[in-house]
C-alpha cells in the first residue's frame, strides 16, 4: 500500500463547470476525510466517513458539495458550478479507529484545483 | 473562529540548535493532538501525535509536550537539520474525527 492516492493531481476548469476528484485511502483504514486548504491557511475539515456512511458535515461544504464513499473503498468530491472562490487544494485522508483510539491519520497529496 | 493558534508564522534556527514550535487551543474538549509537517505541493506529512491523557510524547528527533491547563502544546526538534525546513502545522481534534489546523509555522534551518 502506497498511502492515501488522489487523482487528478491539478485540475483547471472554467466558472460555472462541474468538477470530480478521487480519493483512494489506505486499504484497511474505515475512516476517510476531506479537507480544504487555501494559501496562507491550515486545511478546513469539509466531511469524514465511516465506512460507506458520512457522519459529519462542515458548514463549509455547500450545497454544490457532494461526497460519496459507495462501497466503503474509495470516495469522490463533486464540486458543482464551480466558482472562483473554490480554487483551493482539496486534501483527503483516511484514518483507522477503533476502541483504542484513531491511528494512522495519513494525508494523501492533494488535488489542486484552479477556477478561471 | 480560530480554535487551534500558531502565532509565529516563521521561524529561523541554526543547524544543530533546538526548534520549538507552539500552538495554542481554545476547545478544553479537543482531546487528540498531532503535528504535520508540509512542503509546497504535497499534503501534509504526520509527525507525531499526543493524546490528553500524557503530556509528552518522544519520537526520535520530535517531542511534543502538551499543557493541557494552559491549552498549549509545543514541539521540539532537537538537533534541528536543514532537512527540517518546511510549514509545521499543528491540529487539535475532539476523539480523532475532524481535525483543527492552526495556519502553520514556516521553519528555516540554516546550516
Known amino acids: 500500500d502506497t498511502g492515501v492516492s488522489q487523482d487528478p493531481r491539478h485540475k483547471i476548469t472554467k466558472r460555472g463547470q462541474n468538477v470530480t476528484f478521487r480519493c483512494d485511502p489506505i486499504s484497511e483504514h474505515n475512516r476517510l476525510y476531506w479537507y480544504r486548504q487555501t494559501l496562507g491557511q491550515g486545511p478546513e475539515f469539509l466531511t469524514y466517513?465511516?465506512?460507506?456512511?458520512?457522519?459529519?458535515k462542515s458548514r463549509l461544504l455547500s450545497d454544490r458539495f457532494s461526497a460519496e464513499r459507495p462501497k466503503g473503498s474509495f470516495s469522490t468530491l463533486e464540486i458543482q458550478r464551480t466558482e472562483q472562490g473554490d480554487s483551493a487544494m482539496y486534501l483527503c485522508?483516511?484514518?483507522?479507529?477503533?476502541?483504542?483510539?484513531?491511528?494512522?491519520?495519513?494525508f494523501g497529496s492533494g488535488t489542486r484545483l484552479t477556477v478561471v | 473562529d480560530q480554535q487551534v493558534k500558531q502565532n509565529s508564522p516563521s521561524l529561523s534556527v541554526q543547524e544543530g540548535r533546538i526548534s520549538i514550535l507552539n500552538c495554542d487551543y481554545t476547545n478544553s474538549m479537543f482531546d487528540y493532538f498531532l503535528w504535520y509537517k508540509k512542503y509546497p505541493a504535497e499534503g501534509p506529512t504526520f509527525l507525531i501525535s499526543?493524546?490528553?491523557?500524557?503530556d509528552k510524547n518522544e519520537d526520535g528527533r520530535f517531542t511534543v509536550f502538551l499543557n493541557k491547563s494552559a491549552k498549549h502544546l509545543s514541539l521540539h526538534i532537537v538537533p534541528s537539520q536543514p532537512g527540517d525546513s518546511a510549514v509545521y502545522f499543528c491540529a487539535a481534534s475532539k476523539s480523532g474525527y475532524a481535525l483543527n489546523f492552526g495556519k502553520g509555522t514556516s521553519l528555516l534551518v540554516t546550516p
Open positions: 485522508a483516511s484514518s483507522l479507529s477503533g476502541p483504542q483510539g484513531v491511528y494512522g491519520y495519513t
Open positions: 499526543i493524546s490528553s491523557i500524557k
Open positions: 466517513f465511516q465506512n460507506e456512511a458520512q457522519l459529519e
